[in-house]
């Protein structure tokens, strides 16, 4: 088992799947419901606002439904091995837009693709956590506008968050896993690349099929992630407490 001080995870979609969300792109996921070019860029919000804040007020919705599988519950406790043991760190890198490394209780997770359970004001500038619908003529509770407020999710055209911090991060890790996406939509399909450029991580896929950028992976497992998630981390705790 490599070096595994500074871990970095990339997760998608697939992550949830067993919990019950939709994917994007498998049969039946969500791009195959509904029109990218309807509900995810800010022409369609513009268009038709009312029907990209009912697409994102029922998937918000959906969120109370759900909960945790052992993926996630497994990279928690990879989250607390790292610091409990002072060997390392683990960072979250997640494109999806639930909650569930949260209350999986993983702490350190940065949403990319931003995060259902929050909106932003588009006069004010402030994002607000917020767990229920939201309609156009929902005033900003910051600054009493409306229509203001919009779902804080990045959509197609729009830059994603925290890539700063990202770059930074791959650029110190010995470990870079990716868990559960297809690898389809930049950048984070080529963090793979950008990680083997620098050199200095093991890579490593975690998916139920080989993604289209597996051959970029040094390492591979496929499988449900509830599986492989789960035994990879104990691997990974058992090797740490053998050495
Ligand atoms: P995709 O739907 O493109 O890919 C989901 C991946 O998860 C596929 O490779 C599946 O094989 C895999 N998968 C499915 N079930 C799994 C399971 N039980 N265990 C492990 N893997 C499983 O979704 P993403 O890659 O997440 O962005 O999509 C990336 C981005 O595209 C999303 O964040 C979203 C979307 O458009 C925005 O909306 C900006």
């Known amino acids: 088992m490599r070096s595994s001080a500074n871990i970095v995870v ?3 979609s697939g992550i949830s799947a067993e919990s019950g969300l939709s994917t994007f792109r498998e049969n039946g996921g ?4 509904h029109r990218v070019e309807d509900v995810a860029t800010p022409e369609a919000f513009a268009r038709d606002p009312n029907l990209v804040q009912r697409f994102y007020n029922a998937r918000r919705a959906r969120l ?3 909960g945790p599988n052992e993926a996630h519950y497994a990279l928690a406790r990879l989250e607390q091995h790292q610091n409990d043991t002072g060997r390392g760190s683990l960072l979250i890198v997640t494109q999806n ?3 569930l490394h949260e209350t999986a209780g993983s702490k350190n997770v940065l949403h990319m693709h931003g995060e259902l359970r929050k909106v932003r004001c588009r006069a004010c500038g402030s994002v607000i956590t917020w767990l229920q619908d939201v309609e156009q003529s929902t005033p900003c ?3 009493g506008q409306a229509p203001a407020l919009r ?3 990045v959509w197609f055209g729009e830059m994603p968050f925290h890539l700063n911090e990202i ?3 791959l650029q110190h890790a010995d470990l870079f896993v ?3 996406t297809s690898g389809n939509v930049y950048p984070a399909a080529g963090f793979v690349s950008m990680v083997r450029a620098i050199g200095r991580a093991h890579t490593l896929e975690l998916n139920l099929q080989p993604s289209e950028t597996h051959s970029q992976f040094a390492e591979a497992r496929h499988g449900p992630a509830t599986d492989v998630v789960a035994n990879w981390v104990n691997e990974i705790i058992k090797t740490e407490e053998l050495s």
Request: aromatic share 4%.
């Open 10 to 12: 990339l997760t998608g």
């Open 30 to 33: 969500l791009w195959d419901q």
């Open 64 to 66: 109370n439904e759900v």
């Open 97 to 99: 837009v639930d909650n």
């Open 141 to 143: 509770p910051t600054c």
């Open 151 to 153: 779902p804080h999710i």
């Open 167 to 169: 770059d930074n991060a």
């Open 178 to 180: 990716s868990i559960g």
